[in-house]
């Protein structure tokens, strides 16, 4: 018999047997696939002379329907989780980024300064503030950030991606971000602010506050929307280039539009300032949790631990904690420490308001909690002479996770219409926390009264409730300690980095690292040593200003919260904006620029006058 001859028609005869191994060409068979279509197995097994068809191999790995899903609450739950889990990872690599700015140094040979990226053909930095990309994009530790193998085809490129995940894109997750970046504990120094200065000063000055902290962040909204521009019409000159290989793109952030102003000094000192700001909120928390903790005991207990003791004990676990470099390590914790202030803030406000209405102060035991309010709102202070000052430095310290990262937000969000909607939903977004502090700050001053201390959990009746809420947010800011002090640390790591020897000739940071969020290149003995040094230094602090926790918090929103929230963006963009801006936006800028910087003198100098 002649070679066998492929013969697809339905209507042609089946061979009556196989045909002989030594006759047929088994190259021409293809390979069965389970659960292929069953027309070529028709015409293979008339081919073959089958008498049936045959059946295709049942899957051995079952798929569970998705109604079947729906209805685990176990699958909801880890929906969730990773939703919040994804969102707060990506969150602080935002922050990160947005502290530290483009990396930048020094060009040895005529010393004129230059722009160095961390990589010539990616915007690494651009990547993380749109979305983390998993592991699995990478071919090996110096390859750049790409799309992932499966979807490379499909993807659009890094800073275009309309479908990223988490902050990558919605203004509902640049309004979640704006509330993360700016609620926190500082909320609970407002109480005490509030007693101290009267409300005849605290509220104007609130309000004061706000208004200036509104035009700054719009000065540097408007410093972005020129650069975009810029870079609009650069990219329009340069199309045909791009057509064949992709240039690499700059991200904006608070640093990055310094440097375009004021070249690579700007860029240090607001990375100084930064910096500075971001130690002193730490070492806050390491006078917050050992006073919450020594009240805790003394309840629970009935023993008087010393403040110092917890101190000690805070500060052994910091520093481990404070040697990691991946910070996507921390989000568990820092996810948690979120739900944990969430849960504090809003039963301090609940316990708060249950205390006025189970007190009768007018005298009639059918008051309604309105008619409460009322009596006591008449009753407060209206100016107190004695400590008016210290709340000019708490006002402003409420914005210091704000501004660093109003850049990087409107970066990441993808559309053209959600970026011309960001300004007024950010102005919205700040006036309501505002109001909130306000509100908040209020009913806790009525509740507890003019014996309310800065740490306003330790003052709260006695009972299980308040020492839940005093060991929820011990914890919190336990866990949130290590990623409040990362930014910071990293820039000194950084700083250090440049008087030691170069670890490599190229002095590139790899993108493995990048990725983690460790934008320095020493070793991690190095590293180690430094962050050890860094806690230890704000714990002797902490030690010597325990008992002045509110002039601690003056000084850092005077001193250091002043000249980044209300000195630097205007002057940015006068000086970015030259023959753009209109005169009378011009002497604004200046005008507030000054009051930014009275509000610093004042509130610093004040404060430091009257410390016993």
């Known amino acids: 018999m002649d070679n066998h001859n492929r013969n697809n028609s339905d209507t042609a005869a089946p061979a009556t047997a196989a045909p002989s191994n030594s006759n047929y060409n088994y190259g021409s068979l293809q390979t069965y696939t389970a659960g292929e279509d069953s027309s070529r197995l028709a015409t293979l097994a008339k081919e073959f002379g089958l008498s049936r068809q045959r059946l295709p191999r049942p899957q051995i790995r079952l798929r569970v329907p998705e109604y079947a899903l729906e209805h685990l609450n176990l699958s909801s739950l880890k929906n969730i989780y990773g939703r919040m889990k994804s969102f707060d990872n990506e969150f602080e690599e935002m922050r990160l980024s947005a502290s530290l700015g483009t990396p930048r140094e020094n060009d040895h040979d005529d010393g004129e300064k230059r722009l160095l990226l961390l990589r010539e053909d990616s915007s690494m930095v651009g990547l993380l503030l749109t979305r983390l990309p998993s592991l699995d994009e990478f071919e090996d530790d110096e390859q750049p950030l790409t799309a992932t193998k499966k979807s490379s085809a499909q993807s659009p490129p890094v800073n275009q991606d309309p479908h990223a995940a988490g902050l990558g894109g919605t203004l509902s997750s640049a309004t979640l971000g704006i509330i993360k970046g700016m609620v926190g504990p500082a909320i609970l120094y407002l109480p005490h602010g509030f007693a101290g200065a009267g409300y005849l000063v605290a509220i104007p000055m609130l309000l004061l506050s706000t208004s200036l902290f509104l035009w700054s962040s719009g000065c540097l909204l408007e410093c972005w929307k020129m650069e975009m521009m810029s870079r609009q019409q650069q990219q329009q000159q340069q199309q045909q280039q791009q057509q064949h290989h992709h240039r690499r793109q700059i991200v904006l952030s608070y640093p990055e539009l310094a440097y375009r102003a004021w070249g690579i000094k700007g860029q240090r000192l607001v990375q100084i300032g930064i910096t500075l700001m971001q130690s002193g909120v730490c070492l806050t928390y390491l006078i917050f949790v050992p006073q919450n903790l020594r009240t805790s005991a003394l309840l629970l207990l009935n023993v008087d631990i010393s403040t110092t003791v917890w101190l000690l004990l805070m500060v052994i676990v910091q520093i481990p904690l404070s040697w990691i470099r991946d910070i996507r390590r921390l989000t568990v914790t820092n996810l948690l420490a979120n739900v944990l202030i969430l849960f504090g803030l809003l039963s301090c406000l609940g316990l708060a308001m249950r205390q006025m209405g ?216 006068n000086e970015l904006g030259k023959g753009k801006i209109g005169s009378q936006k011009w002497i604004v800028n200046v005008a507030v620029a000054t009051l930014g910087v009275g509000a610093m003198f004042v509130s610093t100098l004040t404060t430091l006058i009257n410390w016993n």
């Open 358 to 573: 189970e007190s009768g102060s007018v005298g009639d035991e059918s008051t309604s909690f309105l008619e409460e309010m009322v009596h006591r709102a008449k009753s407060l202070p209206a100016f107190n002479p004695d400590g008016w000052f210290l709340f000019l430095g708490t006002s402003v310290l409420l914005f210091e996770g704000s501004i660093t990262l109003l850049v990087p937000l409107i970066e990441a969000v993808n559309t053209p219409e959600d970026k011309q909607k960001f300004p007024s939903m950010y102005r919205t977004v700040i006036i309501g926390i505002v109001s909130f502090y306000a509100f908040f700050g209020t009913v806790c001053w009525m509740a507890i009264g003019d014996s309310v201390r800065t740490v306003m959990t330790t003052s709260l009746p006695q009972g299980m409730l308040a020492t839940m809420i005093q060991l929820a947010y011990s914890l919190a800011v336990i866990f949130t300690f290590p990623l409040q002090n990362f930014p910071s640390l990293e820039i000194v790591c950084a700083s250090v980095e440049k008087i030691l020897p170069k670890r490599s000739n190229d002095g590139k940071i790899s993108s493995s690292k990048m990725l983690k969020g460790s934008y320095s290149d020493i070793s991690n003995g190095q590293r180690n040593i430094i962050s050890s040094m860094v806690v230890v230094s704000l714990s002797i602090v902490a030690v010597l200003a325990m008992d002045d926790l509110d002039k601690v918090v003056s000084i850092m929103g005077g001193l250091f919260g002043c000249p980044l929230a209300f000195v630097f963006p205007p002057l940015i963009e």
